[in-house]
């Protein structure tokens, strides 16, 4: 089974945001799972975005033998009204049958709408799109190729099959915490 990473961009304004999911899956191309992305998760995606956020593209990479291929959607969020700092995210976990941290997983959603949320608390509105999308990538995706999302362990080159997630309900932040790190 070959693994694939598929990196989607997402712009607002002059900043991007990528977002990277694993794949494994048979018989697949780069190409076919950009396409697969677009069809099975990308309403999903845009769906949890505000207006000024623009879903640019999804790379696809195939790990083994590094054949890529981009699926070009450039298509605006549809969500109404500003949004909160660059920093702040909405958090999917992701859950394998193992126990310890390299089999847990966690995609950070960008551009969290500001009028979503309250004194850090997401509302259900936004908590329901976010387990949407989750929903799209751990089943909808995956099957449409006959594969698996996975937690990806890059010293091995294997992957963990991801059985299930974990939607957050309050804004996290992706900036680094340690003194010295990050902006």
Not at 62 to 77: F, P, R, V, Y
Not at 100 to 113: D, N, T
Not at 157 to 164: N, Q, V, Y
Request: overall charge neutral; glycine content about 10%.
């Amino acid at each position: 089974m070959a693994i694939y990473r598929a990196a989607v961009r997402t712009a607002v304004g002059a900043e991007d945001y990528i977002n990277v999911f694993h794949l494994q899956a048979t018989g697949s191309s780069p190409a076919a799972v950009a396409q697969a992305w677009v069809t099975a998760c990308g309403a999903a995606y845009l769906a949890c975005l505000p207006q000024s956020a623009t879903l640019e593209d999804v790379t696809v990479t195939d790990l083994s033998s590094l054949q890529q291929a981009i699926e070009t959607i450039h298509t605006t969020g549809g969500i109404f009204g500003g949004v909160c700092p660059p920093q702040a995210a909405g958090l999917i976990s992701w859950r394998t049958a193992q126990v310890g941290r390299a089999y847990r997983g966690r995609s950070y959603i960008p551009c969290v709408p500001e009028g979503h949320q309250e004194l850090g608390t997401l509302d259900s509105t936004i908590t329901s799109l976010y387990a949407t999308l989750a929903a799209s990538l751990s089943a909808t995706w995956p099957n449409a190729l006959g594969g698996d999302l996975v937690v990806f362990h890059k010293a091995t080159g294997t992957g963990t099959a991801i059985l299930s997630y974990i939607v957050r309900d309050i804004v996290y932040t992706q900036r680094r915490r340690t003194l010295g790190q990050g902006t």
